[in-house]
Nanobody, 124 residues
Framework: QVQLVEAGGGLVQAGGSLRLSCAASGRTFSNYAMGWFRQAPGKEREFVATINYSGGTTNYADSVKGRFTISRDNAKNTVYLQMNSLKPEDTAVYYC?????????????????WGRGTQVTVSS
């Protein structure tokens, strides 16, 4: 069974940076696209970023484009989200997810496994 464990969340001031990591179990990590989603209190889960199986293709939500970077290290079974120029509206629980297939995907239905999330709080 695939397990995803996020780390790196915390408190940061507006304009600051934070790097999230997601460690995945399993021997076939490199076959699958990965994604980051976030959910603020009272809000729906929102797509943030995705990366295809090899790392050659990425896609971002308009709200984070130019500020966030998703990457992966298949040798370490780990995906990262580098977050720069953070804004208070970025405050949310951030979830790592593994897709069903290898293509980058921004649709939640394309993801089969989810981590428990890590809290990111950005103060003004």
């Amino acid at each position: 069974q695939v397990q995803l464990v996020e780390a790196g969340g915390g408190l940061v001031q507006a304009g600051g940076s934070l790097r999230l990591s997601c460690a995945a179990s399993g021997r076939t990590f490199s076959n699958y696209a990965m994604g980051w989603f976030r959910q603020a209190p009272g809000k729906e889960r929102e797509f943030v970023a995705t990366i295809n199986y090899s790392g050659g293709t990425t896609n971002y939500a308009d709200s984070v484009k130019g500020r966030f970077t998703i990457s992966r290290d298949n040798a370490k079974n780990t995906v990262y989200l580098q977050m720069n120029s953070l804004k208070p509206e970025d405050t949310a629980v951030y979830y790592c997810a593994r897709a069903i297939y290898g293509s980058a995907a921004d649709i939640p239905a394309r993801y089969a496994y989810w981590g428990r999330g890590t809290q990111v709080t950005v103060s003004s």
